[in-house]
């Protein structure tokens, strides 16, 4: 384990190596609402790193933070070691950050492959829609996951739910971006989907993708997390190795009945 | 989900003909065409003179310029209701400048600019200033045409250089030179929103602004880009329109245009929830708006039926899109 400046622990997993993403000391508040107090993150090349917290704990700002929908108005953010300040979900993007929303993004009058190509659609030349491209690759990569949706032509508004939830990671793979965010990737899903979630994750940790995951499936959590940060009114109170902590730590942790590393702050 | 078996790539050719194909707005509206000058033929045989289809054509290109800047816009999820003040800014602008002096060349693309920066403070009150399009353009709307009022005292503009007129009156092997302007800007525009990747992204905000957004694409430059598309293909139709009848009216647009225009778009099958429509769709709600505008007269019904006919069809449009979009998601909406 090590200690960051803050005092947060932040154990690493012994094949990491420099982090691919850190939060140091950021704070959001939206007038006089105090969403984030202070939130120190620290997530790594080849790591499944799972955010956890009761509701209101700010899991979901922390990630729209790192997404670059909100800008922190406190504290520093690096990737890759250097400090960047995301204006947007584009930078975000263009900095190697792939976002798997909790309300999905897909478009519903859209197609599958359209939707899996948002935000980077093949081209021919400069100007061209490349569609037999979109077509093939978002085929390929749904393919590769072993998800099956009908067609790729089929509209998103046909899908159900736990289909949908698929397809916003599929899309998140096909980016092929270093980090993927994902909000709650398990909500809407059956007990075979989410395990289905849980493969492609892992999958993606094989690979070397660095996977920060905000979920309340405690469950889904602990069978695939590397690292767990709590998250408790604002602040991130501890960071865990999921192999050296317990459930009834984490729940403690959440709860407030156990208090983490930086509970005093 | 399971694991999904065969050629995981190789998809199938997109058929030519379907059945869904069948059931596309623009279809029923074809039919809708046919049916009505089947009916205006039994009553009067004039109809399908060359002379009066050519009218037909030349009143549908001035609606169909319009709307094709208005339903890109609109498939994007904005709405634009200056259209018809555009539309006479357009006009009188560049006449204006042609009695000024300035050569009609120029004056035309100082007419097509003045329609653009009026798209250009659309988008700007609607982004800077929060006001929502329906209010924001029709506030733009009253401005422009009282601008248009100011500047010419309310008197039309004539007359206009012979080069300029012919513009909009000559014809090329007997095809009048505006149906060869809207074809060209249809094909523009139907190629920019089927062909480009701006136009996955004009349906992807209209479809679902927050996920676009989310997804990084540049909402507020394309929204920008859009309104300067319907202010551009405004003050185009306009100018055109001078051309034709030889003249910069202060009353060639207004709340009857902008009306005319937008139901020209629904009836042509563009949501105006946003994402769906199509350039063929619209090209047929205008022919069908003329053709009713041509066929009440030459069947010699009373004009007051007009307005009843086409308010019938665009209550219809929409609640055929509301049924398009219920077979389209699984959700009700």
Redesign the interface.
């Known amino acids: 384990m090590s200690l960051d400046a803050a005092g947060t622990s932040h154990p690493r997993p012994a094949a990491a190596s420099a982090p691919a993403l850190t939060l140091d000391g950021v704070g959001k508040s939206f007038g006089q609402v105090r969403a984030l107090a202070h939130v120190d993150f620290a997530a790594y090349p080849g790591e499944i790193h799972c955010i956890v917290g009761d509701n209101g704990a700010g899991k979901s700002t922390t990630l729209k933070i790192l997404s670059g929908i909100y800008q922190a108005d406190a504290g520093e953010m690096a990737i890759a070691g250097g400090r960047v300040v995301l204006k947007d979900a584009a930078e975000a993007h263009k900095r190697g950050i792939a976002v798997v929303h909790q309300d999905l993004a897909l478009v519903e009058c859209l197609d599958v492959a359209t939707n899996m190509a948002l935000g980077a659609i093949p081209r021919r030349g400069r100007f061209l829609l490349d569609r037999p491209r979109m077509e093939a690759e978002a085929a390929e990569v749904l393919a590769d996951l072993k998800i099956r949706v009908g067609s790729v032509r089929t509209q998103i508004g046909l899908l159900s739910g736990g289909e949908r939830q698929i397809v916003a990671i599929a899309r998140a793979v096909r980016m092929d971006l270093p980090i993927i965010l994902l909000d709650e990737p398990t909500a809407a899903l059956g007990v075979r989907e989410t395990a289905h979630v849980g493969e492609i994750l892992d999958h993606l940790r094989e690979r070397g993708k660095t996977i920060i995951c905000i979920s309340h499936d405690l469950e889904f959590v602990f069978a695939h997390a590397d690292r767990i940060t709590v998250m408790r009114l604002g602040n991130s109170v501890a960071t865990r190795l999921r192999d050296e902590t317990s459930r009834d730590e984490i729940v403690g942790m959440i709860t407030g009945t156990i208090a983490g590393e930086a509970a005093g702050r | ?4 078996s065969g050629d ?4 199938p050719r ?1 058929p030519r003909f379907s059945v869904e194909q069948l059931l596309r707005p623009e279809t029923t509206l074809i039919v809708v065409i046919l049916l009505i000058a089947i009916g205006t033929t039994l009553r009067n045989p004039n109809f399908l003179n060359v002379g009066n289809l050519t009218d037909i054509a030349r009143a549908a290109v001035i609606y169909f310029v319009m709307a094709c800047g208005a339903s890109l816009l609109m498939i994007g999820g904005g709405l634009d209701f200056s259209v018809g003040s555009v539309f006479t800014l357009g006009g009188i602008s560049a006449g204006w400048l042609m009695q000024a002096g300035l050569p009609w060349p120029l004056a035309v693309v100082a007419g097509i600019v003045v329609g653009i920066i009026a798209g250009w403070l659309n988008s700007q009150v609607i982004a800077r200033l929060h006001v929502p399009p329906i209010i924001a353009t029709l506030g733009t709307f009253f401005i422009f045409t009282g601008l248009c009022v100011q500047v010419t005292g309310g008197e039309d503009i004539v007359p206009l250089p012979d080069g300029f007129q012919y513009i909009g009156q000559g014809a090329l092997f007997g095809v009048p030179f505006v149906v060869i302007y809207a074809v060209i800007i249809g094909v523009v525009s139907w190629f920019l929103l089927e ?7 004009v ?2 905000i ?3 602004r ?9 909402v507020a430059r394309l929204d920008t880009v859009l309104y300067v598309l319907a202010g551009g293909t405004g003050a185009l139709a306009g100018i055109i329109y001078a051309a034709r009848v030889g003249s910069a009216q202060v009353s060639a647009g207004g709340s009857g245009t902008t009306l005319s225009v937008v139901t020209a778009v629904l009836i042509g099958g563009v949501s105006l929830l946003g ?2 429509g199509s350039i063929t769709g619209i090209a047929v709600g205008a022919i069908l708006l003329s053709e009713i505008d041509n066929a009440l007269i030459v069947a010699a019904v009373p004009p007051q039926y007009n307005t009843i006919v086409v308010g019938l069809i665009l209550i219809a449009a929409v609640a055929i899109d509301h049924i398009r979009r219920e077979r ?4 009700r909406r």
């Not at chain 2, 995981?8 to 998809?11: C, F, M, N, V």
């Not at chain 2, 927050?210 to 540049?218: E, F, Q, W, Y």
């Open positions: 989900m399971t694991a999904m995981k790539t190789a998809l997109r062909h480009t990747p701006f136009g996955v992204e349906r992807a209209g479809g679902n927050k996920a676009a957004l989310a997804n990084g694409i540049k994402g769906l389209l998601y699984r959700v």
